[in-house]
Structure formats: structure tokens, C-alpha cells
Nanobody, 123 residues
Framework: QVRLVESGGGLARPGGSLRLSCVVS????????MAWFRQAPDTEREYVAL????????NRADSVRGRFTISRDNAKNTVYLQMNVLKPEDTAVYYC????????????????WGLGTQVTVSS
């Protein structure tokens, strides 16, 4: 069974940092593009960042560019999201997603999803 398990969420102060991890099993991780999405209450799911299977191409949403960094370690079947200079507007459930080969910023194109990890940014 394919599993994506996020971790690293929690409470951070404005300006602080969190590092999210997503451990993937049940698929050939190195053949999948990976992405992070987030969803705040009463909003639609929002694209955050993606990374290609090889880990040498990345893309970030304008709202997080300069603050968030996506990376992956194919030896560990893990994708990361380093979040710096956190803002209250970053509060959301963050989801890890996988799509075979070709990256995409549309959540509907992703085949596999984790259950999410809550990130709360508050003073």
C-alpha cells in the first residue's frame, strides 16, 4: 500500500521556522514528482511547492518564495519543506502529494496524498 506520512508540524511564532518531512513508501519514490499543498479553514487547497523526481528542479508559489524551500532525499524516500520567516497566514494543514514522473501545480493531478500535518503560526 502506498503511504505518505507527514511530520514536523506544530506551533511556531511569527518569524520562526518549521521543517516538515514526508516519508513515502509503497512506490518507486525516485520516479515521482513531489509537492506540498496546504489548506486553511474555509479555503480551497493551495499549491505551495514542488520538486521533480531527480531533485534538481523546484518551483514555489509566489506566497512562499524566499521563505520556503522544498528538497528531497531519494535515499531516504523523503521530501522536506523548510519553512522560514513564518507568518500567521501560513497557518494551515500541509499535505504531501506524489505524481508519477511529471510535476504539476494542480492538486487534481496528484495521485497519492498524505493525511496532512497542522502548522499554526501565532504569537
Amino acid at each position: 500500500q502506498v503511504r505518505l506520512v507527514e511530520s514536523g508540524g506544530g506551533l511556531a511564532r511569527p518569524g520562526g521556522s518549521l521543517r516538515l518531512s514526508c516519508v513515502v513508501s509503497g512506490l518507486p519514490f525516485a520516479d515521482y514528482a513531489m509537492a506540498w499543498f496546504r489548506q486553511a479553514p474555509d479555503t480551497e487547497r493551495e499549491y505551495v511547492a514542488l520538486i521533480n523526481p531527480e531533485g534538481d528542479l523546484v518551483n514555489r508559489a509566489d506566497s512562499v518564495r524566499g521563505r520556503f524551500t522544498i528538497s528531497r532525499d531519494n535515499a531516504k524516500n523523503t521530501v522536506y519543506l523548510q519553512m522560514n520567516v513564518l507568518k500567521p497566514e501560513d497557518t494551515a494543514v500541509y499535505y504531501c502529494a506524489a505524481r508519477h514522473q511529471i510535476w504539476n501545480v494542480n492538486a487534481d493531478e496528484y495521485q497519492y496524498w498524505g493525511l496532512g500535518t497542522q502548522v499554526t503560526v501565532s504569537s
